[in-house]
Nanobody, 122 residues
Framework: VQLQAFGGGLVQAGDSLRLSCAAS????????MGWFRQAPGKEREFLAA????????YYAESVKGRFTISRDNAKDTEYLQMNSLKPEDTAVYYC????????????????WGQGTQVTVSS
C-alpha cells in the first residue's frame, strides 16, 4: 500500500489543522493506520492509531484531548484533526499503516507516507 500525507502548513499557536493521508494500492480497510511526527533533532514520536474499522483509537499523552484520528474507508483516507496547536507541535508529520494494530502502536508499521511539514508560530 502507498500512503500520501498532505494538509500541513504554517499556522499560529491556537489554530487548528487537519492532516489527511490517502492510501492506494490496496484496500485501506485491511490496515490499522496511525500518525507519527518527528521534530528537528528528535526521534520519531507516535501520536495516534486507529483500528481497521475505526472502532478503536489510541493516543499519545502529549496529544490526547487535542488531536483526533479518524478514517473514511470508503475514501481510503485517514485524518488527524489537530486543535489548539502549540509551537512544540512543529514537526514533520507522517502517516503509517500495518496489518497489525500493535505494530502501528509500537512504532513499527510496515508502510510509511512521505511526511508533511507542520509549523506552528508563537
Amino acid at each position: 500500500v502507498q500512503l500520501q500525507a498532505f494538509g500541513g502548513g504554517l499556522v499560529q499557536a491556537g489554530d487548528s489543522l487537519r492532516l489527511s493521508c490517502a492510501a492506494s494500492g490496496r484496500t485501506s480497510s485491511d490496515f490499522a493506520m496511525g500518525w507519527f511526527r518527528q521534530a528537528p533533532g528528535k526521534e520519531r514520536e507516535f501520536l495516534a492509531a486507529i483500528s481497521w474499522s475505526g472502532g478503536r483509537t489510541y493516543y499519545a499523552e502529549s496529544v490526547k484531548g487535542r488531536f483526533t484520528i479518524s478514517r473514511d474507508n470508503a475514501k481510503d483516507t485517514e485524518y488527524l484533526q489537530m486543535n489548539s496547536l502549540k509551537p512544540e507541535d512543529t514537526a514533520v508529520y507522517y502517516c503509517a499503516a500495518d496489518l497489525s494494530e500493535v505494530s502501528v502502536r509500537i512504532g513499527l508499521p510496515d508502510y510509511w507516507g512521505q511526511g508533511t511539514q507542520v509549523t506552528v508560530s508563537s
